[in-house]
């Protein structure tokens, strides 16, 4: 994620570096055709300058000399107004054009990351977790229940893979969140990896992760360890679908119970969906993670209970690994 970051900074300078120049191109053109707009223009550019020299004045002769400068500017201003709306250019034609208004490219609005980075840091995300499973197998299409024993395990099975498809199809940043359940091996990483998929294909932002990785990450983050500019859980909140894949595989301590609340906690505040997987059961996630966590994923989450055999082991006896 820190990554993703480094990313978005560069593509932002880039534009605010394209903006600049495309202004810079107007100016000249500006300038080529309208020969008495170069003095408006130089007189307007020394504003700065004069309003300098007039402080260095001295106290008596500043305010009346800023008032002066102040007014032949406006005055400057208009005229140049007139000069391009004759030349059939419109208004603002010498204004900078940044991407983003609000921070003007530099991805900060009063110290903190402007909405346009965020939305930059999520999209690079995407597409570097994209990347990474362009070439996998998990997909619904390769999904098979045939390692699924008849009857009850597969009919279950069924039932889970039919819930998935349909949840992909028709998912919307409002979808419910979702907690897959079971014993290894049974396809909780699998199915959550095709839903990932096939949201992203839908346009819509994802953000996949281990726990273990997850709460590593979140840790020397907290701890000042982390990459400069990585802020995992505003990634985490940013994103439209959060996938949290084996929880329960970090390690056990209190910082990773107390970064899982407010996930879970913040997700569900903002009607926003995550998928879990894990191998606890309830019992298990309540000791783990308290009964406050363990209730909201019982009873907040549509909750997903994989059944059967190991499909790793039953492919590993038939060499199909």
Not at 5 to 27: C, D, M, P, T, W
Not at 83 to 88: D, H, P, V
């Amino acid at each position: 994620m820190s990554s993703a970051y480094q990313s978005a900074v560069k593509e932002l300078s880039r534009r605010r570096e394209q903006a600049i120049l495309e202004n810079e191109r107007r100016y000249r053109e500006v300038q080529e055709r309208l020969p008495q707009s170069r003095a408006l223009l130089h007189q307007l550019s020394q504003t700065g300058r004069s309003i300098v020299q007039a402080v260095a004045s001295g106290p008596e002769q500043c305010r009346s000399r800023i008032q002066q400068i102040m007014e032949e500017n406006l005055i400057a201003q208009r005229k140049l107004a007139e000069l391009l709306a004759e030349a059939g250019l419109p208004e603002g034609y010498l204004d900078v054009r940044y991407t983003c208004s609000l921070c003007e490219d530099t991805g900060y609005c009063q110290g903190k990351k402007c909405s346009c980075l965020r939305d930059l840091i999520v999209r690079y995300n995407t597409e570097a977790f994209g990347a990474q499973i362009s070439s996998a197998t998990m997909s619904f299409q390769s999904f098979s229940l045939r390692y699924y024993e008849e009857g009850q395990p597969r009919h279950v099975m069924d039932a889970i893979l039919s819930f998935c498809r349909s949840y992909a199809e028709s998912f919307e940043p409002h979808s419910p969140s979702v907690l897959m359940m079971g014993e290894t091996g049974l396809g909780k990483t699998h199915l959550s990896l095709a839903i990932a998929d096939a949201v992203m294909e839908r346009g819509e932002s994802v953000v996949y992760v281990s726990a273990p990785d997850l709460f590593r990450r979140l840790q020397n983050e907290y701890y000042g360890r982390g990459e400069p500019g990585a802020d995992t859980m505003q990634a985490l909140m940013d994103a439209r679908l959060t996938i949290i894949d084996d929880l329960g595989a970090e390690i056990e301590n209190q910082f990773n119970v107390s970064a899982l609340y407010n996930l879970i906690n913040s997700r569900l505040n903002l009607n926003r969906p995550v998928i879990i997987s894990t191998n606890l059961m309830p019992k298990e996630l309540e000791r783990r993670y308290t009964n406050r966590i363990a209730s909201r994923l019982m009873t907040m989450y549509k909750c997903l209970r994989f059944v059967g055999k190991d499909v790793r082991q039953i492919k590993l006896r038939n060499n199909e690994l």
